[in-house]
């Protein structure tokens, strides 16, 4: 597995090895000693979510402000351009993001840890997006930030407006948003 860094240091892209001939391939979608070295993290995963979703669907931008998740995520099927915001509030990065291609074509995972929020966007006809958590899933400390708050900037590659959940509509700006210490 590669580690690819980030202009935000906690979040790494990982690349790993496909191993493939005329049948198909392999890969290791996770390895506990690899992923420690990468991040210096041994965290218990304990929950896999798998979500499918049709093009121009923008999901985010996620957190919960307690029991905070890192998250592991990878493409099975299509590309979403998925994004991970700092909302740390005593990071020397806090409010800005990072954003990466992932795909079933190129296999690259992208590693969120705690005290980020989440979004992804799908670029292709349909996607189906599969991550790793580190906490249980508590809808009572879910909170959204707007995808589209000018205060963080994202450049996501959008033309028109994203289909959005009522609730992903409801989401507020960074600086209304509860935000990590």
Not at 69 to 86: I, N, P
């Amino acid at each position: 597995m590669q580690t690819i860094h980030t202009a935000i240091p906690d979040v790494l892209i990982f690349e790993p090895k496909v191993f493939g001939d005329s049948r198909g391939f392999f890969l290791e979608s996770y390895n506990q000693r690899a992923f420690q070295e990468a991040t210096g993290w041994a965290p218990a995963f304990v929950q896999d979510n798998h979500s499918g979703s049709a093009q121009g669907v923008l999901r985010g931008l996620h957190y919960q402000i307690r029991q905070p998740q890192g998250k592991l995520v990878r493409v099975a099927a299509g590309e979403v351009f998925d994004v991970a915001v700092d909302i740390r509030k005593s990071s020397p990065t806090f409010g800005r993001w990072v954003g990466a291609n992932l795909s079933a074509e190129n296999k690259l995972q992208m590693w969120i840890p705690p005290g980020f929020a989440h979004g992804f966007l799908v670029l292709s006809e349909f996607a189906e997006v599969l991550y790793k958590t580190t906490d249980f899933y508590a809808p009572e400390h879910e909170r959204c930030i707007r995808w589209d708050d000018a205060a963080i900037g994202i450049k996501w590659p959008l033309e028109g407006e994203p289909v959005l959940s009522g609730k992903d509509q409801q989401g507020v700006n960074l600086q209304q948003a509860q935000l990590f210490p």
